[in-house]
């Protein structure tokens, strides 16, 4: 099995991995260095590092290399771990590299008006790839967006069309009415995509819903939906409303669920002393 393909299915699949190598080996080991096994984050692999309860070891790492999104270094001394020995025989010492491998994300922005003008501009300073569509040619085209990796502008049935979101993929609607917002977020719906974020009141958003609903959606299918989208920071106008969004997608990609002020993760009974008031502190 060639372990590249499978690498770059894996990435194309919008799928996180990690690459196992033996980079350091000494006395009797398994395998040889460069040896090479690719851990999908279903936790099944393709290749070996040799087999045996140390590749066992490296394969738990390796998932939580992918969960993380670190690469980590991985020694093993045979010698001193000798229940990682089991069917090896060997004895000697194994350091393995493993290596996060990250899918190319790509945010699919619905609405090429001001906060879609804005967040493209944050997506690509973060370094994720930005695809535009509007149903207006004024607002989705090279010269509005041109660091953007395609624009679509058209009816909505013709334009999605030609996309094809993965399960890293991130998508943005902010269109110019409730209509062009609820057909994007069907489109979505549709699609593997992992993050789906719909700019909006709380009315409006349940009366989307409702209406995809009556269309034949199960209201579970609303559970991966960020409506209305962003962090509450108290955003007004475009570009702080774009970086409400833009954090949102931050939290998702980062897998923090629970995203919160930094403040409220500080010890203050640790880090100021017990006997000192907080206004003396402060």
């Not at 991985?74 to 020995?85: C, E, R, S, V």
């Not at 509005?144 to 624009?151: E, K, L």
């Amino acid at each position: 099995m060639d372990i590249y393909k499978e690498l770059v299915r894996e990435r194309d699949a919008g799928r996180r991995a990690a690459l196992v190598s033996i980079v350091t080996q000494s006395g009797s080991t398994p395998s040889a260095t460069a040896a090479k096994m690719l851990v999908r984050a279903d936790g099944s692999i393709a290749g070996t590092v040799g087999g045996g309860a140390a590749e066992g070891r490296a394969i738990m790492v390796a998932r939580e290399v992918i969960e993380t999104g670190l690469s980590q270094m991985l020694a093993i001394d045979l010698h001193k771990n000798p229940t990682l020995d089991l069917g090896m025989i060997c004895g000697g010492n194994l350091q393995f590299y493993i290596e996060a491998i990250m899918p190319n994300r790509t945010v699919y922005i619905f609405g090429g008006g001001h906060v879609g003008l804005m967040t493209e501009a944050i997506c690509r300073t973060l370094g994720l790839e930005t695809v535009v569509v509007d149903d207006r040619t004024e607002f989705a085209n090279a010269e509005r967006f041109p660091a953007a990796a395609s624009t679509h502008a058209g009816p909505l049935s013709e334009t999605t069309a030609r996309l094809a979101p993965n399960a890293s993929s991130l998508v943005f609607i902010a269109m110019r009415g409730h209509a062009l917002d609820q057909a994007a977020l069907a489109w979505a719906l549709g699609t593997p995509a992992g993050y789906i974020g719909m700019i909006g009141s709380k009315g409006k958003v349940l009366t989307v819903y409702k209406n995809l609903v009556a269309d034949g959606f199960a209201p579970e299918a609303f559970g991966r939906v960020h409506a209305p989208v962003g962090l509450e920071i108290g955003a007004e106008g475009p570009e702080e409303i774009a970086v409400s969004v833009t954090a949102e997608m931050i939290a998702h990609i980062r897998g923090s669920d629970k995203a919160r002020p930094l403040a409220r993760t500080m010890d203050w009974c640790g880090a100021v002393d017990e006997a000192t008031p907080l206004a003396a502190a402060s």
